[in-house]
């Protein structure tokens, strides 16, 4: 099996360090391909091609920038089913999920490439008849991208397609668990023959993330990860002049179900937003807020299901659960599990480790659990329904009262990143759309899944800035205000005067 390089200035390069890294089914752990891992002193090299490109790369059209990823678009949509079963075999998620973030991936390779077209800029009128008041964006220059597993396909298309049509050059680490699908990133890159030094890759573990972090010549950090990872970044970069960051971090997501809900939807919509991806989306809900009025029943139906929800090959077509990504996955997942237990919840299905049968054959090695549910009265001090978990731990909170009571304990998180609202009332909904702190959320559905067109971001400790869709722009970009005169002679707004005095007069 060949060891699998990095891509800096348009080559594929052995890099400085001399240890590899393999990725691992997390299904059957076995060997999909084996990669150099990177060390700072690679990222400092692709960050100076990305910095030797950028000046040519930006004097490009915005048309012909965008021509580059047009033939990324038609090639994952060609090598839709192979690319889908890649990232299934890779991260885990079951097959449908993995063909969904191949055609998410090229969705937002279609907005970015297509919004190469579309109007910039605003012209905004000037006081002064004889001006012309607009504004312009330019490059930043150099954007670094770490891009998390769970999405290894779709998100870094998020975050590159973008900054690239803006006129940017790219340094990107794929995440370690997913460094498969950075490989076929990169060569689908490769054979568009983008310009040297315009995108490169570098594989590898967090120091290599880190060091695109530190780099000053990278001028703006979009993440997509782990709460911990980001707020650190955030420390590191924040108030640094010239610097700029995009945040998407985790959450402790919620689906409030009020006594106007139509069970069935809120059974779907929950058991979707909580085991979808083995509960491993930044957007998974880890708590099921439901009034007392259609709690016991809410409760037998979602119990019902969670005991037989199917989990097992990912790449069969009748699997909901794949396997967690990772042995740390599985140890945290086991050790919040345990601290609810200590906590004094009231387990109502605990299929933490699988029985010998629910596990598919030849597949023994894989990372398997099933759901894990529980049931409590809502308690500020239960470190169990505050904290972020990333796996399919979830906890049925029951209340009474109002939307305003429900909203409370919705709210009374450190994290804001998606939840939702099922009820059949308008006025529950539209409360819940105006208290809600979040950056995304549903009504209605699960609180999982987003088109590529709307921002994806957070609040509080779930992120600063979306990193993806149209306000990613304000990230990759900087905005210049101009005022051009037409006139001969110059009059100055808020009624300054621009007469020229001297002491002759």
């Not at 995108?199 to 001028?219: K, L, P, R, S």
């Not at 708590?287 to 929800?309: C, G, M, N, Q, T």
Request: hydrophobic content about 35%.
């Amino acid at each position: 099996m060949p060891v699998h390089e990095h891509y800096i200035d348009g080559e594929w390069r052995s890099g400085e360090g001399e240890e590899t890294f393999e990725s691992r089914s997390p299904a059957t752990r076995e060997t999909l391909g084996e990669f150099q891992r990177g060390t700072p002193a690679d990222v400092a090299a692709a960050v100076e091609a990305a910095e030797d490109a950028q000046e040519e790369w930006r004097a490009l059209s915005y048309v012909d920038r965008a021509e580059y990823l047009w033939e990324i678009y038609e090639e994952l949509k060609d090598r839709h089913e192979e690319l889908g079963r890649t990232v299934s075999q890779e991260c885990g998620k079951e097959i449908s999920e993995g063909k969904a973030d191949v055609t998410e991936a090229w969705h937002m390779v279609e907005w970015a490439a297509g919004n190469a077209r579309h109007p910039h800029g605003d012209v905004v009128p000037s006081e002064i008849p004889s001006k012309d008041a607009y504004m312009r964006r330019k490059p930043r220059g150099v954007i670094g991208c770490i891009t998390p597993w769970n999405f290894p396909v779709a998100i870094p298309f998020w975050h590159m397609a973008l900054a690239l049509v803006e006129g940017n050059t790219v340094v990107w680490k794929p995440a370690e668990q997913t460094p498969y699908c950075g490989q076929i990133i990169a060569e689908m890159f490769d054979d568009t023959g983008i310009p040297d030094g315009v995108f490169n890759m570098v594989q590898g573990y967090g120091d290599a993330g880190n060091a695109i972090v530190e780099n000053d010549t990278v001028d703006t950090v979009l993440f997509t990860g782990s709460a911990e990872v980001g707020h650190s970044i955030a420390e590191k970069l924040g108030g640094v002049p010239g610097r700029d960051v995009a945040l998407e971090m985790g959450g402790k997501n919620a689906v409030v179900v009020t006594e106007e809900a139509d069970l069935d939807i809120a059974v779907h919509s929950a058991l979707m937003s909580s085991f979808k991806t083995t509960g491993q989306r930044c957007v998974s809900a880890e708590r099921l807020i439901v009034h007392e009025d259609v709690y016991d029943e809410f409760k037998s139906r979602f119990v019902d299901l969670a005991e037989d929800v199917a989990v097992g090959d990912p790449l069969d077509e009748n699997t909901f659960m794949g396997p967690l990504a990772d042995a740390d996955q599985v140890e945290k997942f086991h050790d919040y599990n345990q601290l609810a237990r200590e906590e004094g919840v009231d387990v109502l299905v605990d299929r933490e480790d699988l029985d010998a049968e629910e596990i598919p054959d030849g597949h023994e090695e894989g990372f398997w659990v099933g759901p894990f549910v529980y049931e409590t009265d809502y308690d500020d001090e239960l470190r169990c329904i505050e904290e972020e978990v990333f796996g399919p731990h979830v906890a049925l909170i029951p209340y009474s009262g109002d939307i305003e009571r429900a909203l409370e304990i919705h709210n009374a998180v450190d994290y804001g990143l998606a939840g939702a609202i099922v009820s059949e009332d308008y006025r529950q909904i539209n409360y819940y759309r105006d208290h809600a702190e979040v950056g995304l959320s549903y009504g209605n559905l699960p609180c999982i899944g987003a088109e590529v067109h709307l921002p994806f971001g957070g609040v509080k400790k779930s992120g600063s800035g979306p990193a993806s869709a149209r306000e990613a722009i304000e990230a990759v970009t900087e905005r210049t205000a101009w005022t051009l005169n037409n006139s001969k002679d110059i009059e100055m707004a808020q009624g300054l005067s621009a007469d020229i005095k001297t002491d002759d007069e």
